[in-house]
């Protein structure tokens, strides 16, 4: 490889990355200023008109905030997985000046994330209640509208959010801090999400997964891009792995930004004529035009620019800088889109049955073995999780196979049979009456937490990914080490122990049900996700140290684990038996509410449900059973084949001392005897 030196490399003043990166901002307002302008957004409202200050400040915020976030975001997901960082323990001075920038370009983005995030929450109370900012009681009302409403306080939890944010940016010394900054900024855009499509409104739960299926990819690709070119100069040789590194991450980005944005384009286009025929249809083309333009030509960097990159550092800038002004201009059109009103009504539907106030969608049809299979509620966070799941471990099925290396394909198998599951229970039928009867909910809670685990523990996923990913060698981490780092945690070590992931398997099902964590899930999307994530971890923990071979837990003896498997599905019986004994409805505010046509009594339903949950779980028990007797017997086959192995390096040395051993105690009996006699 031909070295460049780092004068050779340094951009002159004046220089493309200067001229680009200086852009940035002026190409968002430009088009920002310009949608406005065309869609009318920003023009006075004819019953309550807050100011010109409000109507103009509040889209320009808006820009500030989520370019801030997105430099946020991808700044230290730059630091924490493309270039390489200070070492375990070390602090932020010891760590390559390209790391140190690109933390510090981190920090000042997520505190000025804050400060534009407060300004936000002032501006749009104005915009939505029609307040001037001099209103002599605008503080007041502020506050109430804050505490008081369901929108206020998704902007207040957005604005304490983004301050953590900005405190974590400010003490990040290290890439594991710079990981846990990036991830904060992540779970920060949630809020963003919630108010990205109003309450009441048709597939709102659908909506907010792609809103935040579509913010996260974006803050990564736009942010971790414009810290990449801050960093360039100081890179040196460096610069081609961080750009190739870079090109992977972006090219997922494109992926879920397309799939994201085609499904919330759905929800708010009648039919694809609005494109033309409507303002907010003119600028959706126009912000798609640009996302297919930067698409081009990040494929281009990745095909043509890259592979130069060692001998001709300076073509970095000829498409990096042209992906960061249109990334400008289409951040600028999607606060035109978020501010303009789409082709369908975002109003509430006329739906005043209790079923849609309380979960969101229109009765189902009396559930039936065939319904169960024919209603979906789809969601595409699960779906893209699932779908990504296996194509990345087809992936590396295919990078083991390339290399002459097999995968048993019975694993494989087990690993798409999970997902398909998974699936079908977090968007089918399952979840469909799962919502509305305790029963059907306990059908999809079991099979989270007991059925898909166990192709999970089958498919080891861990000990294929360990074998497939390729391993860093310049003080970065990539997937491979981080994956290690977590195997390594205590965290982990603690919860994946076979003891505590027992304890936590079986206890969990009590802490949830006898709760409000309950009520939370059914209530709340962001409770329904954090109760299917946190449950298939736990039936994969307890599943993997029964039959797994994923390392991350020392497992005990078969005897231990037949032992700790019958002691937790005992456990999982007893409450299983205590819900069909139960004579109070559990999330009575929901299920005691429902009222639905085809009429059920909640409270037996739950009876059911509780036998469903001890009946249900008699099958997995004994699946597990069976899958850790074959493995018990195999091992003892192994450990037999090892021992006549041996002995045939040995002559049976062992198998000869053994039985001297037991001559020469015969005969020392043998002669106390004598000596008696």
Not at 69 to 75: F, P, Q
Not at 288 to 304: D, F, K, N, P, S
Not at 485 to 503: D, E, F, G, K, T
Request: hydrophobic share 55%; proline share 6%; with cysteine.
């Amino acid at each position: 490889m031909c070295v460049t030196s780092t004068a050779a490399r340094r951009p002159r003043a004046g220089s493309p990355r200067v001229v680009w990166l200086a852009g940035l901002l002026p190409a968002a307002a430009i088009a920002l200023v310009l949608g406005l302008a065309f869609t009318g957004a920003a023009r006075p409202n004819e019953l309550v008109d807050p100011g010109a200050v409000v109507r103009w400040g509040l889209p320009v915020v808006t820009v500030l905030a989520r370019i801030a976030a997105a430099v946020t975001i991808g700044g230290f997901a730059v630091c924490a997985v493309v270039i390489a960082g200070p070492g375990r323990g070390a602090r932020t001075a010891e760590a390559s000046p390209a790391w140190r920038l690109a933390s510090r370009v981190g920090m000042v983005a997520a505190v000025t994330w804050a400060i534009a995030q407060v300004a936000f929450v002032v501006f749009a109370y104005a915009q939505v209640w029609g307040r001037p900012l001099d209103s002599p009681t605008f503080g007041q009302e502020l506050q109430v509208f804050l505490t008081g409403t369901e929108l206020g306080q998704a902007y207040l939890w957005a604005t304490i959010l983004a301050l953590v944010v900005s405190l974590a940016a400010v003490a990040t010394g290290g890439m594991t801090m710079a990981a846990w900054t990036a991830v904060l900024g992540a779970v920060a855009l949630v809020p963003i999400a919630l108010t990205g499509h109003a309450q009441g409104t048709a597939s709102h739960n659908l909506a907010i997964s792609a809103m935040w299926l579509h913010l996260v990819p974006v803050a990564l690709w736009v942010g971790g891009l414009a810290t990449l070119s801050v960093t360039a100069r100081r890179l040196g040789d460096e610069l081609p792995a961080a750009a190739r590194r870079f090109s992977g991450l972006a090219l997922w980005c494109f992926v879920l930004v397309g799939v994201s944005g085609v499904l919330a384009s759905i929800l708010r286009l009648t039919s694809p004529a609005d494109l033309w025929t409507t303002s907010w249809g003119v600028v959706l083309a126009a912000k798609v035009t640009l996302y297919l333009g930067l698409g081009a030509a990040g494929w281009a960097h990745r095909e043509r620019t890259i592979p130069q990159l060692a001998e001709r550092p300076g073509l970095f800038w000829r498409l990096a800088g042209v992906e960061v002004l249109l990334m400008g201009a289409i951040t600028g059109l999607a606060v035109v889109l978020g501010s303009s009103a789409p082709p369908v009504p975002q109003n509430p539907v006329l739906d005043p049955s209790a079923v849609f106030e309380l979960t969101g969608y229109p009765e189902p049809p009396l559930p039936t073995p065939l319904t169960w299979f024919t209603q979906w509620h789809p969601d595409p966070l699960y779906v893209v999780g699932a779908i990504a799941a296996v194509v990345v471990y087809l992936g590396w099925v295919r990078r083991l196979a390339a290399r002459g290396d097999r995968w048993p394909v019975g694993r494989t198998i087990a690993w798409v049979t999970a997902w398909a599951i998974f699936a079908w229970v977090t968007n089918g039928g399952p979840i469909v009456y799962g919502i509305l009867l305790f029963s059907a909910h306990m059908v999809m809670h079991m099979t989270l937490v007991m059925l898909v685990p166990i192709f999970f523990a089958i498919a080891a996923p861990v000990t294929l990914a360990l074998r497939a990913l390729p391993a860093r060698r310049d003080g970065s981490r990539g997937p491979r080490e981080w994956l290690l780092a977590l195997l390594h945690s205590r965290w982990a070590q603690a919860w994946s122990n076979p003891y505590v992931a027992a304890v936590n398997f079986a206890g969990s099902l009590f802490v949830f049900y006898y709760t409000d964590l309950l009520y939370l899930a059914l209530s709340t999307h962001v409770g329904h996700l954090l109760m299917v994530v946190h449950f298939s971890l736990a039936g994969y923990m307890f599943a993997n140290a029964i039959i797994g071979v994923d390392p991350g837990t020392k497992r005990p003896s078969y005897p231990v684990r037949l032992v700790l498997l019958f002691a937790t599905m005992t456990f999982h019986a007893f409450f299983g038996l205590s819900l069909a004994n139960l004579t109070s409805l559990l999330a009575a505010e929901h299920f005691g509410r429902l009222g639905l046509t085809w009429w059920v009594d909640a409270l037996k339903d739950q009876q059911i449900g509780g036998f469903v949950t001890w009946g249900i779980g008699e099958a997995p028990t004994l699946v597990l059973a069976v899958i850790m007797a074959m493995m018990w017997a195999k091992s003892d086959e192994k450990a037999a084949v090892r021992l006549d192995r041996q002995a045939d390096r040995t002559n049976e040395a062992e198998l000869i001392a053994y039985n001297r051993m037991l001559a020469e105690r015969a005969a020392a009996s043998a002669r106390e005897e004598d000596g008696r006699r």
